[in-house]
């Protein structure tokens, strides 16, 4: 269990690199109720996060996932498959970076999110981790490291549980920013947020880089 959980680690740190839904976060911590809507939005994440590592785990479940069986090349192809669009994905961060002295501007969708009710808040949540397009495959990805650990029901509940959290736990830190400091969180939050808007494209696109390669060196090991 614990290699399994070893393995997806740097999976679930760079699904939880996600610039927009902090960013979003940030904004509606700063508008009127931004605690709760805050929370909100973070388990929104949170929950669609489990819910796509534990289905990419039930596909993989009972499948021959051993050295010399033909599934275990399907693993290296889906492996090596995952890793190429990650690497393409970096790229595309690249691409999209903030050109010389260009200003930066938040996200369209972003508009108008600080008037949403909880319960909006909440879905708004699940949708920015389903949209977000490097999240289905790092969550395919930690399904199959957990489906072809072979490991019980409950362990492989509790490693994809580790994902869910691991992948989840640095859009926390402008929450609990904001609950610890309170009045003086909110130029913290402001700095936070002009620094994603300037930088989170080349941290994303290191990021992908390398777990892309890692992908791609996995899925090499089965032929």
Do not use: C
Not at 100 to 123: H, I, N, Q, V
Not at 150 to 165: P, R
């Amino acid at each position: 269990m614990l290699d399994a959980f070893g393995e997806m680690i740097p999976l679930a740190v760079a699904s939880g690199l996600a610039v927009g839904p902090m960013i979003a976060i940030i904004a509606l911590l700063g508008s009127k109720g931004g605690g709760a809507k805050g929370v909100a939005i973070w388990l929104g994440w949170f929950v669609t996060q489990t819910g796509l590592v534990l289905a990419a785990v039930a596909v993989g479940s009972g499948r021959d996932f051993s050295e010399n069986s033909d599934p275990s090349r399907v693993v290296g192809i889906i492996l090596l498959v995952l890793g190429a669009g990650i690497l393409w994905l970096g790229t595309q961060q690249w691409r999209s970076r903030p050109k010389g002295d260009a200003e930066p501007e938040d996200p369209a969708w972003l508009r108008g999110l600080d008037a949403f009710s909880l319960r909006k808040t909440f879905l708004t949540g699940l949708v920015l981790s389903v949209a977000n397009s490097k999240n289905l495959p790092m969550a395919v990805g930690a399904g199959t490291i957990i489906a072809r650990a072979d490991l019980g029901m409950g362990s492989a509940l509790l490693v994809a549980l580790g994902f869910a959290i691991l992948s989840s736990v640095l859009l926390a830190v402008p929450i609990v920013i904001y609950f610890a400091l309170g009045d003086r969180a909110q130029p913290m939050l402001d700095a936070m947020r002009l620094w994603l808007r300037h930088n989170g494209n080349i941290v994303m696109t290191v990021v992908l880089v390398i777990i892309g390669a890692l992908l791609v060196g996995e899925g090499l090991k089965a032929f």
